[in-house]
């Protein structure tokens, strides 16, 4: 597939959606008669204990307005995020607290201020770059790489500017997407990126894989990704942060993501940036060769 050279018109667009979308259904199962919604709320606290065997957390929390004063408790969660977790480590988290197995938690997030200060000032950075850049949103090969900053899969706040001086190659993708054909060829792809670059003598290689989904796809979830994969995160990153950041990035980037019926429609693109943070090759899809990408590389 040749590199888009040219600025996506409406008419594009209208194609794009619906001639390269894929339909992915979030939830990869099949349509079920609707439930009533279970009750939930927002909580923050402190990590006191993990359980990874028992896949449960010992959170003092903080009041819960309207449903419980603020006290220390044990949650049920999925192993991902039981073994991660850190003592002492404040998290900001969704409670489901009639789940007859006992009340659990999903959703968990770090909660630093200081980081979430610095990704907010970024978002709105981002935000404003892309208002300024109205119809030219969408960024060219040859034009430079947006400045942003967002989450990677350890919840370090990472920023583009760390990646100055090393070349990029950038994708989206979702953890939960079930088309073999899609979001998951194309992290195979990258895969098959590191292997070859390393062979190749490629030393100054970064990875990056931005999620489609922030909603579900927290830190803990795309490290859990990482790891089921085998994949060495050394060099590779998996992103995610606030979502209107990512839906700036979807607009710079030329991606095209919503969710209609419960499916995610989205389209792929996957970007190598140089040193210098200029966008110089793009391959839209994901039927893409390796071999393309590590051949534009500098060497060395």
Request: hydrophobic share 45%; glycine share 6%.
């Amino acid at each position: 597939m040749k590199a888009a050279l040219a600025r996506p018109s409406v008419l594009a667009a209208v194609l794009l959606l619906t001639l390269a979308f894929s339909g992915c259904d979030r939830a990869a199962g099949p349509a079920t008669t609707a439930v009533p919604a279970e009750k939930s709320y927002p909580l923050t606290g402190e990590i006191v204990q993990a359980d990874t065997v028992r896949k449960t957390l010992l959170v003092r929390h903080d009041a819960i307005p309207g449903f419980m004063a603020a006290m220390t408790m044990e949650f049920r969660v999925s192993a991902a995020y039981a073994v991660p977790a850190k003592e002492g480590q404040r998290i900001r988290a969704v409670l489901f607290p009639d789940d007859p197995q006992g009340a659990r938690l999903e959703k968990i997030w770090p909660a630093d201020p200081i980081a979430e200060s610095a990704l907010a000032a970024a978002a709105n950075a981002l935000r404003q770059d892309t208002a300024a850049r109205a119809s030219h949103a969408y960024r060219e090969v040859g034009e430079n790489l947006p400045d942003f900053a967002l989450y990677d899969q350890d919840g370090a706040t990472v920023s583009a500017a760390r990646w100055r001086g090393r070349q990029v190659v950038l994708n989206f993708i979702y953890t939960r997407c079930p088309i073999a054909t899609m979001c998951p060829a194309a992290t195979e792809n990258m895969m098959a990126v590191q292997r070859l670059a390393r062979a190749a003598g490629v030393t100054n290689l970064q990875l990056v894989s931005i999620t489609l989904d922030p909603e579900y796809d927290t830190p803990t979830v795309l490290k859990d990704y990482a790891k089921a994969r085998g994949i060495d995160t050394a060099n590779f990153a998996f992103l995610t942060g606030p979502e209107r950041a990512i839906r700036d990035l979807f607009a710079q980037f030329g991606i095209l993501a919503e969710i209609k019926s419960g499916l995610l429609n989205h389209n792929l693109a996957t970007l190598l940036i140089d040193p210098d943070g200029k966008i110089i090759w793009r391959v839209d899809g994901s039927q893409w060769k390796p071999e393309e990408f590590v051949t534009k590389m500098r060497k060395g």
